[in-house]
């Protein structure tokens, strides 16, 4: 008897090492799956923890990487998508085909981040919602310099040169970084797709005059007020949510916002930076423009903004590859391709044109209507008179900006389309006091060079009520 039940002991125990193996071998397995996103068997990977100083918080990224244990590598791309959650799909999905392209024909490895601490907004992963409510260029840029560092420092970036490759907002922490952590150091080329975007928080936010504000960029412009306030660390707070509300913050919370602050690092000598933008963008004419100025007020070795026409918040593989495989550009100087313009279609005598109205909301009257410049796609400035036509006795009353969302009529007229063109000019009750009864008389204010600046319509038959 005592044979038996020691037998059956033995195999009991059996049994159960045999669940325990299987049980830990699941999750081993799961535990590695977990690591190595949805790469291919053949790619090495890992995970790391990244403390960030600035706020005393401890990150996650995976990263997985291809030709591992190879010792013939040219160069490394290190690539990083942006905040829809989608991850898997926008990059590596997408860019799995590029990144072994680059490896096969080129010798060129490419390392894929992903940001994991998805308990910042549950069920979202991606650059993005991973800063989530944590005032997120500032530390989700020095996030990104500290795990490029990780990187560096574990040798997993051989090769005559370093390449960043990012879409949408893995572009702006980027451009973050740049500005604010010496991550130019790091780098010898970035490739920008679909960003920067917010350059200027305060311009695009606060500063209705400014060619970079939101509602300058199509009907998305809420859209990117919500996302602004996201990104900073205002988004969920109902006495903050400054964006969205129009209400400027103090000066202390607008502390590097960005891009264009005068602290922020706007010349980097040694780099080469490559932005790709589509002009069929959901985020509209702001994100061109937002390059535009991008363009134009940062120095670089060599520095290039490519337009397409054909495409939108995406990016374009073919001239990642072309550029990821050229490597840093050895010439210098800024190169600017001919669709990154302000006209869609060529016009060889554009009007300056709109039409004027008066409204009344409460107690309030307005100055309404639209103003342009045909084929033009920015909002033009617009001079109120009143008493007469300027230069014939009128009195400037004040001037304004064309920046208020248009319908399909007026963009039709225009010959533009995304574009914001109407105007509403507040008329103040001491305003009505000293003008009351007299015409009015609206002007729009071309850009040199371009038109002429021309009487809108219904001018002088609209009075100060």
């Given at each position: 008897m005592f044979d038996v039940i020691t037998k059956f002991k033995k195999a009991f125990l059996l049994f159960l090492f045999n669940i325990i193996i299987l049980i830990a071998g699941k999750a081993f397995s799961q535990a590695n799956a977990d690591i190595c996103l949805t790469t291919p068997n053949n790619w090495g990977c890992s995970q790391a923890a990244i403390f960030n100083p600035l706020n005393g918080e401890t990150y996650y990224v995976k990263y997985s990487w291809n030709m591992n244990g190879e010792n013939n590598i040219r160069a490394t791309s290190i690539w990083a998508a942006g905040s829809d959650g989608k991850w898997p799909h926008e990059l590596i999905v997408n860019s799995l085909d590029t990144a072994e392209q680059l490896a096969n024909q080129q010798n060129i490895r490419s390392i894929f981040l992903d940001f994991i601490n998805t308990n910042k907004i549950p069920g979202q992963a991606g650059t993005g919602g991973y800063f989530y409510g944590l005032d997120g260029y500032k530390n989700a840029a020095k996030t990104f310099d500290l795990t490029l560092r990780h990187l560096i420092n574990n040798g997993l970036t051989p090769g005559?040169?370093?390449?960043?490759?990012?879409?949408?907002?893995?572009?702006?922490?980027?451009?973050?970084?740049?500005?604010?952590?010496?991550?130019?150091?790091?780098l010898d080329q970035v490739i920008f797709n679909a960003g920067p975007l917010a350059l200027d928080v305060e311009d695009s936010c606060f500063n209705e005059t400014s060619p970079a504000n939101f509602d300058v960029g199509g009907s998305i412009g809420l859209g990117l007020r919500t996302l602004s306030d996201l990104w900073n660390g205002w988004f969920g707070n109902s006495s903050k949510e400054y964006c969205q509300r129009y209400v400027k913050p103090s000066a202390s919370e607008l502390v590097h916002k960005s891009l264009l602050d005068p602290d922020a690092q706007r010349n980097f000598q040694n780099l080469t930076i490559h932005s790709i933008v589509g002009l069929q963008d959901e985020y509209g004419l702001a994100l061109l423009r937002g390059n535009r100025v991008w363009f134009e007020n940062v120095n670089a070795r060599y520095m290039s903004l490519?337009?397409?026409?054909?495409?939108?918040?995406?990016?374009?593989?073919?001239?990642?590859l072309n550029l990821a495989s050229r490597g840093p550009s050895l010439s210098t100087g800024k190169h600017i391709n001919g669709t990154c313009v302000d006209f869609p279609s060529g016009i060889a005598s554009p009007r300056t044109i709109g039409m004027i109205g008066?409204?009344?909301?409460?107690?309030?009257?307005?100055?309404?209507g639209w103003a342009c410049v045909e084929g033009y796609y920015k909002s033009i400035p617009v001079h109120a008179y009143v008493g007469g036509a300027a230069g014939q006795g009128g009195t400037l009353l004040k001037g304004s900006l064309a920046i208020k969302p248009t319908e399909k009529a007026v963009n039709n007229a225009c010959k533009t389309s995304g574009s914001y063109h109407r105007l509403l000019?507040?008329?103040?009750?001491?305003?009505?006091?000293?003008?009351?009864?007299?015409p009015i008389y609206v002007y729009g204010i071309a850009p040199k060079g371009v038109a002429t600046n021309a009487l809108l319509g219904r001018s002088g038959t609209i009075f100060i009520p």
């Open positions: 005559q040169y370093l390449t960043y490759i990012s879409g949408s907002n893995g572009t702006n922490i980027a451009s973050f970084a740049l500005a604010y952590h010496g991550t130019s150091s790091l490519t337009c397409h026409g054909d495409m939108g918040h995406e990016m374009n593989y073919s001239e990642i008066l409204i009344k909301s409460g107690p309030n009257y307005y100055i309404n000019i507040p008329i103040t009750p001491s305003e009505r006091q000293a003008f009351s009864g007299q």
